[in-house]
């Protein structure tokens, strides 16, 4: 006890020592040269995970004078010292806090500091951080998330039930039938190119599932398949869907592993490979679905320079010109994602189809009343789509 | 259960990601990120299975001594050869790895990007044909913008980059955005379809 | 065959060699053609030159030696003009192969204004993980890179005081020469954590870009080597792309003289047929 109250006694004594001899530290209650931020808060980061605070201030009234170099934040637990957290520049009236345990009370304080010396603090009230089980900026997301999945799922039950449904001619895989029929009667292989992206791609997705159309083709036309790929996972996914393409197809006999192989990682190296298989096997019919590059102009010319017949596709927009430019046929953006529906012909297939056709006709009628609410000077439906 | 297994894992974590999405809070809010890193070391390892076909396929092309037998032994010296230096004496600039990628790699490399200045003067040569109204329209822009886009069209005509940065700026973008938007519900409905299992062909089936 | 149709099929290696010519010739002599400067490269131009001193920029060099003479040149001309204005440069790449071609850009460009590392400019080097990682850069920078590429730690270095997160970052430029690039950087860095983006690409890509510029999504874009040569006539500083646009001026000529010499053929062919 006795102990204590002597470190009290010295804590009492030695506290106000500072401020005499003028060493205010972070404090600054020395020079105060600069007139204080008018007003500071802080708040939970909304719509976050937890574990941040976001602190705003009005700027210090020097600032105009340019008398401001940076501001200087702090941050003490409740009952804590204040210590320094980080610096902005001036001009600049936020500063989020990505380092707070959920729950833990906190204040915060800014600083003005300029040449001729600082501010005092200015704190804030006391705030603690938490995790938000919904974030409100994707209210929309969600909403519109709803309305397509609803309707997607609307007219895949509506196709399920019989429904007929128009689907619209796609010449690029109308010509499926014909290029793979073209490779077997000159007795030619049909190459099949998955592009150069990882299993994560959806678009190398998209590629699966048309190589497991043509592949049931060839299996049923007993012509060769060749899949050179660029990723380890995409091979083996390619050997599996080719192998049970040729089960289904009666013929596992006819896979051959071997002809679905791995080449290189790297882009350009991929596309020598497949320039060189090109160029010596010399397939009569070239599918290119997937994830393109750089890659795909050369990888078509050379396909043209054969004499094959190519289709192509794929949703990375620069690359479009050059498949249109080099290759027979072009599935454009979403007609890749169509290919496996339309292939297939199966009605729960083509039934998301509509559906989408049905987001289509959403955004299009929103896109039409936002450009005329925009020229009106109405803002809110701009507002209503943006997402945080 | 060979189908079904993968059928239900795409629909757990197919519904998990997109409940990510919309939820912060922890744990759900941490699993995309959680779910890439685990995609990063499994695409990482699977190179394994890569390299383990490269080395079976011009293998069993050298023991058969199939015709281009020499450039699978040149594949498998410069597969060799890269690995050895690498994990040998590490891959930072004045390593023998970092010779052979400059000197060899970047070059090699280089020239099959640059193979595209060739192609690009065929394919236009062939494609940008005024055969109807559409393809003459191309035709016009495309002539537009590549003398609008270089130096020497301003020296020819001050207005032909105007017009390029208009053709850029507009009918471009407004082309490319609805593009955008159909390849986006495409996504939608793609992803749906499989994690719904309503699409298997990925799977190897109907 | 017509005559007409004949003549439009010019045999390939022909284009393949005039091609090569066109490209060669203006290099070796120089035009010295005038440069026209964009709106996206303005804008890119003016988004730097408005941070006022001091203010933290991010370079990420997503860019490999394929696509050197596109990005390498605006590379050199973004690091000049931040050095020029007094801006703190963090670099880093989700290329492996950007590492070492940010680091030569850094290198030359510090020489020039006197700028040392560590103080004025960094190099994080690279990290796996894509999106993942940009999106944890988010949350906390010296996690995700404890030490920099020299294997200097990051609270060692001057530059990195008071940068925590993105959110720190008064600016983030990408080089993108494809996936991940200015896309990935525009959704994570500028959608979710709300830094300003801005970069440069392909010229192949470029025109992909044009939406995220309009929406503002983008501060500004540099198109391929144009691109560049716009930034270094902005720096009024000729350097390889103002060079390189001699050439590319020729092959754009030629390649619209074939495209002319093909439809006249072609409507000679069609004429002889009717």
């Known amino acids: ?84 957290l980080g610096e902005v520049s001036s001009g600049v009236t936020k500063y989020v806090d990505e380092g707070t345990r959920d729950g833990t009370k906190y204040i915060y304080a800014v600083q003005a500091i300029g040449k001729e010396g600082k501010s005092a603090l200015t704190k804030s009230s006391p705030v603690w951080s938490r995790g938000q089980w919904f974030n409100t900026q994707r209210t929309n997301m969600l909403l519109v998330l709803l309305v397509i999945s609803a309707a997607i799922l609307l007219y895949i039950r509506k196709a399920r039930a019989g429904g007929k449904l128009f689907i619209r001619k796609i010449a690029g895989l109308d010509a499926v039938d014909e290029a793979v029929g073209r490779a077997t009667e000159m007795g030619k292989p049909v190459l099949f190119i998955p592009g150069i992206m990882d299993m994560d791609d959806i678009q190398t997705i998209a590629g699966m599932t048309i190589l497991g159309r043509v592949a049931r083709k060839t299996a049923d036309y007993e012509t060769t398949l060749r899949v050179p790929v660029c990723r380890s996972v995409v091979m083996s996914v390619a050997q599996e869907v080719v192998k049970e393409a040729y089960l289904d197809a009666g013929r596992p006999d006819a896979y051959d592993a071997n002809k679905i192989n791995y080449l290189t990682d790297d882009q350009f190296g991929y596309a020598a490979g497949v320039d060189g298989i090109m160029l010596r096997e010399k397939p009569a019919a070239i599918f290119l679905m997937g994830h393109f590059f750089a890659e795909s ?92 | 259960m060979r189908r079904q297994i993968p059928l239900a894992i795409t629909l757990v974590v197919g519904l998990v990601m997109v409940v990510q999405y919309f939820v912060p809070h922890k744990p759900v809010g941490n699993l995309y990120d959680l779910f890439n890193t685990w995609a990063i ?10 390299v383990g076909n490269l080395i079976k396929i011009h293998g069993d092309r050298i023991y058969r001594l199939e015709r281009g037998w020499g450039y699978s032994v040149l594949l498998l010296l410069g597969l060799t050869v890269m690995i050895i230096t690498g994990i040998g004496w590490g891959i930072e600039p004045g390593t023998s790895f970092f010779y052979l990628y400059w000197h060899l790699y970047v070059p090699m490399s280089s020239t099959m990007f640059a193979l595209l200045a060739f192609f690009i003067a065929s394919a236009s040569y062939r494609a940008f044909r005024a055969r109807n109204f559409e393809a003459f329209l191309l035709l016009i822009s495309a002539v537009l913008v590549m003398l ?36 986006a519900l495409g996504v939608v409905s793609t992803s749906l379809r499989i994690i719904l299992g309503i699409e298997r062909a990925h799977l190897g089936g109907e | 065959m017509g005559m007409g149709k004949k003549l439009s099929q010019i045999d390939r290696r022909i284009i393949f060699l005039v091609i090569g010519l066109a490209v060669a010739l203006p290099l070796l002599f120089p035009i010295g053609l005038q440069i026209r400067v964009s709106e996206p490269a303005q804008r890119m131009y003016k988004a730097i030159d408005q941070l006022p001193p001091g203010s933290k920029v991010l370079i990420s060099f997503d860019y490999d030696p394929t696509t050197m003479p596109e990005l390498y040149p605006m590379n050199i001309a973004l690091v000049r003009h931040c050095f020029a204005k007094d801006l703190k440069v963090i670099g880093m790449a989700l290329w492996p192969t950007g590492v070492p071609l940010g680091e030569e850009a ?53 530059i990195m005081k008071g940068v925590r997160s993105l959110k720190n970052i008064d600016l983030v430029i990408d080089l993108s020469a494809g996936f991940p690039g200015i896309v990935e950087w525009t959704m994570i860095a500028g959608g979710r954590h709300h830094v300003k983006v801005g970069g440069g690409c392909t010229a192949v890509s470029a025109p992909s870009y044009y939406p995220y510029l309009q929406s503002k999504q ?35 000529l030629v390649i619209i003289l074939f495209i002319f010499i093909g439809n006249l053929f072609m409507f000679l062919g069609n004429k002889g047929k009717a």
Request: glycine share 12%; net charge negative.
């Open chain 3, 106 to 158: 850094f290198e030359i460009a510090a020489k020039d204004y006197g700028k040392s590392y560590g103080q004025d400019y960094v190099n994080l080097g690279y990290k796996a993980g894509d999106i993942v990682l940009i999106s944890n850069l988010g949350k906390s920078i010296p996690q995700q890179f404890p030490i920099d590429f020299r294997g200097t730690p990051l609270e060692e270095l001057p």
């Open chain 2, 148 to 183: 609008g886009r270089v130096p020497m069209g301003k020296a020819l005509w001050g207005q032909f980059p105007v017009i390029a940065d208009w053709i850029m700026k507009v009918p471009n973008t407004a082309g490319q955005r609805a593009i955008m938007i159909g390849i």
């Open chain 2, 41 to 50: 070391v499994i695409f990482a390892f699977a190179i394994v299975l890569g």
């Open chain 3, 218 to 252: 983008i501060v500004g874009l540099l198109g391929g080597m144009k691109g560049a040569a716009e930034y270094e006539t902005l720096m009024n500083a000729r350097g390889a792309a103002a060079g390189g646009m001699d050439a590319q001026s020729i092959a754009h």
């Open chain 1, 1 to 84: 006890m006795n102990r204590l109250r002597k470190s009290e006694i010295l804590l009492a004594v030695l506290f106000p020592l500072p401020l005499f001899l003028g060493i205010g530290g972070a404090y600054g209650q020395d020079s105060l040269a600069l007139a204080p931020v008018a007003k500071v808060t802080a708040v939970d980061t909304p719509n976050d995970g937890g574990g941040s605070i976001t602190v705003d201030w009005e700027v210090s009234p020097d600032e105009a004078a340019g008398k401001v170099t940076t501001y200087h934040i702090f941050r003490a637990s409740e009952g804590g010292e204040f210590q320094l």
């Open chain 1, 297 to 388: 102009l050369i990888l078509a010319e050379t396909g043209f320079s054969i004499g094959a017949i190519q289709i192509a596709g794929t949703a990375e927009i620069s690359q479009l010109p050059f498949f249109i430019t080099a290759c027979d046929y072009t599935l454009i953006g979403e007609e890749l994602f169509a290919a496996s529906a339309y292939l297939s012909g199966e009605p729960r297939l083509l039934g998301s189809l509509k559906g989408q056709d049905v987001g289509k006709a959403i955004f299009m009628a929103i896109i039409i009343l936002g450009v005329i609410l925009e020229n009106l000077g109405y803002h809110f439906l701009t507002a209503l789509m943006t997402t945080g």
